[in-house]
Every structure is written in C-alpha cells, then in structure tokens.
C-alpha cells in the first residue's frame, strides 16, 4: 500500500532554517504529483507547495514564496522542503501529500495519500 513518511521536523529560531523529507513507497513515485501541506492548531490544513510529477513545475503559497523551496529526487522516491527565513507563523504540522493526477493543486481535498506529519516550530 501507499506509504508516505516525513522526516525533518524540528525546533527552530526566527530566521532559520530547516529542510523536510517525505519518502514514498507502494506506488509507482514517479507518476505521481506531490504536495506539502501544513495545519496549525485551531486552523484548517493549507497548501505550502506542490510540485509535478517529473519536478519541472511549481507552485507555492504566496505566504511561502521566496523561502521555501519544494523538489525531488524521483530515483530516491523522496520530496524535499526547503525552508529558509523560517518565522514564527510557520509553526505548524507539515504533511506531505501524493494524487496520481492532481499536480499543483494546493487543496487538500484533491489528493489521496498523506503522510502522518513532522511538527515545526519557529520560536521568535
């Protein structure tokens, strides 16, 4: 079965910096189009990112743009998330996100597998 694990969370200042991993299994990874979300407490989950199935193509929040970079590495089955210039509205649980068909779309509700979550934490 489809299997989507994150890696990479932590605990950061303001300022810096922190790089996310999602690795994939139970599925062909390279036809698949990718997506990082995140869910602070109290709020709805939102799109961070999204990328095409071949990497080609992005697409980010306008919150995120300019700091955050998403990619992959199709032979290694694994997303990225670069995240730099980290601020404290970027605490949250990033989970990333899998849809055979799907590409770029930063609503959750278009993509069928998810990941359980690392959590990030920018302190000010």
């Known amino acids: 079965q489809v299997q989507l694990v994150e890696s990479g969370g932590g605990s950061v200042q303001a300022g810096g910096s922190l790089r996310l991993s999602c690795a994939g299994s139970?599925?062909?990874?390279?036809?698949?189009?990718m997506g990082w979300f995140r869910q602070a407490p109290g709020k709805e989950r939102e799109g961070v990112a999204g990328?095409?199935?071949?990497?080609?193509?992005?697409r980010y929040a306008d919150s995120v743009k300019g700091r955050f970079t998403i990619s992959r590495d199709n032979a290694k089955n694994t997303l990225f998330l670069q995240m730099n210039s980290l601020k404290p509205e970027d605490t949250a649980m990033y989970y990333c996100?899998?849809?055979?068909?799907?590409?770029?779309?930063?609503?959750?509700?278009?993509?069928?597998?998810w990941g359980q979550g690392t959590q990030v934490t920018v302190s000010s």
């Open positions: 990328i095409h199935n071949g990497g080609g193509v992005t």
């Open positions: 996100a899998a849809d055979p068909s799907r590409c770029l779309s930063l609503t959750q509700y278009e993509y069928k597998y």
């Open positions: 139970g599925y062909t990874y390279s036809r698949y189009c």
